[in-house]
């Protein structure tokens, strides 16, 4: 020992260790552990993507009258919180994030159908950080055999789907019904609610493998949603196939290379064409002018959320409802872990 320390009488170290005949002295070093704590995704202005940086959260906003405080689980993005950082939704959507699941910490007054620790999942527009407050209207209580990522990616779509096939379309068994982007998350819980009333499904989406995906879910005529001609040669193909002289209900999304009058000429007698896009769509006097006959609807759950909480609130319960039926199952999402991860998920919806 004392041949090993003999060389360190010129060293200015305080303290020495031994570790198999090896001396060791202590050194500061960067960690690679990250620190936690709360934090939320800013949007320093819109344009890019890479406008979304996370930063740390200040202190919590006080709970106001018909709110509540949530941590956020997980958080639900879709093509509308792409359009809203790219600056292309129309008018002011607000932040981004909306969809989201959590746990409720503290109710305001007013509150009366959620309770302290109970797993919600439901709206909380900006809610892109680790606590929101979200108006109460917006929030139920979270389907409990699903994870807090399933049920995060589900409110706005099935709300959706909802209102504009069952409310407003009334699709009902023996019917057909041709579903746009029938990928993507609309389309996906579209599909299911097809299959659970009956009616027969008509399909479009992009890749080959978006393709073999709805074929594994038991959707056998899908065209494509890039390709107006393409489209039209293809269902075509699909009507002499199944002896069908047309659609009854239309679920579009579509705007580009004339999907939308394309895909109205297959459409019915006394159809019902309903219209989720935001970008290039039809008004309805361009539609009354083209097919008077047409039932034609413009849906919009945002401005439901805003002008008609309460209603909104009704379609989460009956999302409660179909998934005890068994008629609604989680749709397949990928998951991204954090709020760094934030501009990544965004870049992989767009």
């Known amino acids: 020992l004392a041949a090993s320390l003999l060389p360190l009488r010129e060293e200015a170290e305080d303290e020495i260790a031994i570790r198999a005949g090896t001396l060791r002295a202590s050194r500061l070093a960067r960690s690679t552990m990250e620190l936690g704590g709360p934090v939320r995704l800013n949007m320093a202005a819109r344009g890019s993507l890479a406008n979304l940086r996370p930063v740390p959260q200040g202190e919590r906003r006080p709970v106001t009258p018909d709110f509540v405080q949530l941590r956020v689980r997980a958080v639900g993005l879709n093509f509308r919180d792409v359009l809203n950082v790219m600056g292309l939704y129309p008018g002011d959507p607000g932040p981004p994030g909306a969809d989201c699941s959590g746990t409720v910490l503290e109710l305001g007054d007013r509150v009366t159908h959620l309770r302290v620790a109970e797993d919600i999942f439901g709206e909380a527009p900006g809610c892109l950080s680790t606590y929101s407050l979200a108006p109460a209207p917006l929030l139920t209580k979270k389907p409990e055999t699903w994870t807090f990522e399933e049920a995060s990616a589900m409110p706005v779509i099935f709300v959706t789907v909802e209102e504009a096939l069952g409310d407003l379309a009334a699709l009902k068994a023996g019917e057909r019904v041709l579903i746009h982007a029938a990928a993507g998350g609309v389309g996906l819980v579209a599909i299911q609610y097809a299959q659970h009333v009956g009616a027969e499904v008509f399909a479009t989406a992009g890749a080959e493998e978006k393709h073999e995906y709805l074929r594994s879910l038991g959707v056998k005529y899908i065209s494509s949603s890039r390709s107006g001609p393409k489209f039209e040669e293809d269902m075509q193909r699909f009507f002499k196939e199944t002896g069908s002289d047309g659609i009854d209900v239309v ?100």
């Open 251 to 350: 679920l579009n999304s579509l705007s580009h290379d004339d999907y939308i009058p394309r895909s109205l000429a297959m459409l019915r007698k006394g159809g019902r064409f309903m219209e989720i896009g935001k970008r290039g769509v039809w008004s309805k006097e361009q539609m009354r002018e083209a097919r008077p006959d047409v039932s034609y609807e413009l849906i919009a759950a945002d401005v439901m959320m805003e002008q008609e909480p309460w209603r909104y609130n009704g379609y989460l319960k009956r999302l409660l409802d179909r998934v005890d039926e068994g008629g609604l199952r989680p749709i397949h999402s990928h998951v991204f872990q954090g709020f760094k991860e934030g501009d990544a998920a965004l870049q992989f919806l767009q």
